[in-house]
């Protein structure tokens, strides 16, 4: 059996829950703030009062990881999920189940028993303020989800036990997600993969499914780079491609089989936002584009780590004169990120109009490719799909680049693009698409999973 952990707000019902499943499953049961009051002899308000609030995560750290790996049920604190470390430690060969329930029903059980406030807010705004702040981490947090609003704990554990028998998806939900999978493009063996994670007399209903939506998306390194995290994590899901002309068609799969989440890729990053229920609101929202969907909760969520991608290797190039090629999905990310980094910013494009649509939003300058030589910048980003197999054409000349222009292509397949042999041949420092796309999937991870995935092993992952 996996482990079975239970995370959630204060009053979301975990402890109750949490021994009822224990008992039910004749298991035994471990609360960790009960585990952190044993090992140090203390309350946790007189830890929190006395040592403060950073010395409390460091002992609950310790306290998570030496949680036993296997047959125990185990109720977490509030805020665990907000540690990295603590989320690798609680999903692996685990199950997570997030217990949410509504504010007003949250605050009637806090009122029950009494605790001093972490903050000087009433305790309705406390805990509209500290959800809201964790609602990330708890999204991240879940493998099930459960609403404990008008339940009884009784009947929650009861839901749950079935959820983990069962899964979400019923039998003809999943025949007919796997018909779709069939008509599409799907290599025989991922096809074969998933027949048998869906309907396959092995099936294990925990298997979460998730995926890359696009048209085309066979070229995308996401399937394998992903499963390969699952593998080296633990976790109990699968990756596949969700590749379909019509993202009507895709989203209402996903949702057939309960999805924990899709990475959006051309054409879809702008048009999916519409099938959204919340958009993050300083990337996804100002960008226009989403390229993460996390479903937890009943609720899809949209994110864009594309941005962090292109704005990571060039920290050091602060205030740059930028050219930026394209005026797509990436490239409004991409444009985001060079405005943030404070850049001198001229947006190109083969429509020039699309150039002044993008620029006008971020308030910078836009012409048409032949206006490259007047400008003469410190950076080019090219996030057109020039260059990318089995494109092998360069969208600049050779005599366009210089040696002290550092040179940043967006394509990664192949590795190194004509756009980059060319601009290495040049002398011109260059950054390829592997950095962006190794960033921006260490943030989609983190998103998905609350897990920080070293640099390092994304690179030895994907290279
Ligand atoms: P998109 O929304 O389709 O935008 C493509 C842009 O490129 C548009 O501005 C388009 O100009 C321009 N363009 C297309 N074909 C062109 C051509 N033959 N000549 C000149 N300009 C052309 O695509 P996207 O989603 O932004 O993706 C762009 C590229 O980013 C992808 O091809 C992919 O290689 C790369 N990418 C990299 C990563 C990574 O992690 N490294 C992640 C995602 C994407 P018009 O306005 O004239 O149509």
């Not at 403060?52 to 977490?76: C, H, K, M, N, Y």
């Not at 009433?122 to 404990?148: G, Q």
């Not at 990475?263 to 609101?281: A, C, G, W």
């Not at 994110?303 to 797509?328: H, S």
Request: hydrophobic share 40%; aromatic share 8%.
């Amino acid at each position: 059996m996996r482990r079975i952990v239970l995370t959630g707000f204060r009053g979301a019902g975990k402890t109750e829950i949490g021994r009822i499943l224990a008992s039910r499953l004749n298991i035994p049961f471990i609360d960790t703030d009960d585990l952190i009051e044993t090992r140090t002899g203390r309350s946790i308000p007189d830890i929190f009062h006395d040592e403060g609030e950073e010395r409390f995560r460091s002992i609950e750290r310790q306290v998570i990881a030496s949680l036993p790996p296997a047959d125990v049920i185990v109720s977490t604190g509030g805020g665990v999920v907000c540690d990295p470390k603590n989320m690798e430690y609680l999903r692996r060969d685990s199950t997570v189940v997030l217990l949410f329930a509504d504010i007003d029903t949250i605050e009637k059980r806090l009122m029950k028993k009494p605790r001093p406030p972490l903050t000087g807010l009433t305790l309705h705004e406390e805990i509209a303020a500290m959800m809201d702040r964790r609602r990330k981490n708890y999204y991240a947090s879940s493998d099930f989800c459960m609403d404990t609003s008008e339940t009884s704990p009784a009947v929650a554990a009861e839901k749950i036990l079935a959820l983990l028998q069962n899964g979400v998806p019923t039998e003809n939900q999943r025949s007919t997600a796997l018909a779709f999978f069939k008509t599409g493009r799907l290599p025989l063996i991922p096809l074969k993969k998933l027949e048998e994670i869906l309907t396959g007399p092995q099936r294990n209903p925990r298997t979460r499914i998730m995926g890359v939506a696009g048209f085309p998306c066979a070229h995308s390194r996401s399937p394998k780079l992903f499963n390969a995290l699952f593998d080296f994590y633990h976790l109990d899901c699968h990756y596949t491609w969700f590749e379909d002309p019509e993202l009507d068609e895709i989203m209402k799969v996903a949702r057939m089989i309960d999805v924990k989440g899709l990475s959006v890729t051309i054409p879809f990053k702008h048009e999916v936002i519409q099938y959204l229920d919340e958009i993050d609101e300083h990337a996804a929202q100002e960008i226009g584009a989403v390229n993460t969907v996390v479903f937890a909760c009943g609720t899809a969520t949209g994110y864009n780590t594309d941005w962090l991608g292109v704005r990571k290797p060039l920290v050091p190039m602060k205030g740059a004169k930028a050219v930026l090629l394209g005026a797509g999905g990436v490239a409004a990310g991409a444009a985001y990120a060079l405005i943030d980094l404070g850049m001198d910013v001229t947006i190109l494009n083969r429509t020039p109009e699309n150039a002044k649509k993008l620029a006008e939003r971020f308030g910078c300058r836009w012409g048409s490719w032949e206006e490259f030589d007047r400008i003469r910048p410190d950076l080019v980003v090219n996030a057109t799909p020039l260059g990318m197999q089995p494109d092998t054409r360069n969208p600049l000349r050779v005599d366009q680049l210089h040696k002290d222009m550092t040179v940043f292509d967006l394509v990664y397949t192949p590795p190194v693009t004509p756009l980059i042999e060319a601009a290495r041949a040049q002398g011109c420092r260059t950054i390829t698409g592997i950095e962006m796309f190794i960033e921006q999937a260490r943030e989609q991870f983190y998103l998905f999973f609350g897990i920080e995935v070293a640099d390092e092993k994304v690179r030895e992952l994907v290279v």
